[in-house]
C-alpha cells in the first residue's frame, strides 16, 4: 500500500479525512476534504471533484486503518492515492495545525 508520513506533506497538498462528523468537528486540518468513511462511496462524485487532475490524493483518518481501506478504495479507481501513516494522531503529535468545526483551535480525539 502506498503510504506516506505527515511530515512528507507540504503546505498545499491535498488531504482527504476520512473521519466520522464527531471527530471531523473536535479537530481536523484547516484544508482538508472531509467525507466520512461511512459516507464514502454515496460522496465519491465530492472527491473527484475536488481532487487535482493530476495529483496525488493523501488519505487520513485518526491513526491509519481507516485511510489504508479508503486508499485501497481508490487506487481499485485508478486514483493516486497514498495513506499518511499514523494519521491525525500523528499529525496533532508533529506540531501541524488543528481546526475544530468553527476555525478554532482543535484536538484529535
Same mark, same amino acid.
Given at each position: 500500500? #502506498?503510504?506516506?508520513?505527515? @511530515? &512528507?506533506? *507540504? $503546505?498545499?497538498? /491535498?488531504?482527504? &479525512?476520512?473521519?466520522?462528523?464527531? +471527530?471531523?468537528?473536535? @479537530?481536523?486540518?484547516? $484544508?482538508?476534504?472531509?467525507? #466520512?468513511?461511512? &459516507? /464514502?462511496?454515496?460522496? /465519491?462524485?465530492?472527491?473527484? +471533484?475536488? %481532487? #487535482?487532475?493530476?495529483?496525488?490524493?493523501?488519505?487520513?483518518?485518526? *491513526?491509519?486503518?481507516?485511510? %489504508?481501506?479508503?486508499?485501497?478504495?481508490?487506487?481499485?479507481?485508478?486514483? &493516486? %492515492?497514498?495513506?499518511?501513516?499514523?494519521?491525525?494522531?500523528?499529525?496533532?503529535? *508533529? @506540531? =501541524?495545525?488543528?481546526? $475544530?468545526? =468553527?476555525?478554532? #483551535?482543535?484536538?484529535?480525539?
Amino acid at each position: 500500500m #502506498p503510504t506516506v508520513t505527515v @511530515g &512528507d506533506l *507540504s $503546505d498545499g497538498d /491535498f488531504l482527504l &479525512d476520512v473521519r466520522e462528523d464527531d +471527530e471531523w468537528q473536535a @479537530g481536523h486540518a484547516p $484544508d482538508a476534504l472531509h467525507i #466520512p468513511m461511512s &459516507d /464514502f462511496v454515496a460522496r /465519491f462524485g465530492e472527491l473527484t +471533484e475536488a %481532487a #487535482p487532475q493530476d495529483g496525488q490524493v493523501n488519505v487520513i483518518c485518526r *491513526s491509519g486503518g481507516r485511510s %489504508a481501506q479508503v486508499t485501497m478504495y481508490l487506487a481499485q479507481q485508478g486514483i &493516486d %492515492a497514498v495513506n499518511v501513516d499514523g494519521g491525525m494522531q500523528v499529525w496533532e503529535a *508533529s @506540531g =501541524k495545525t488543528v481546526v $475544530d468545526g =468553527k476555525g478554532q #483551535p482543535g484536538t484529535v480525539i
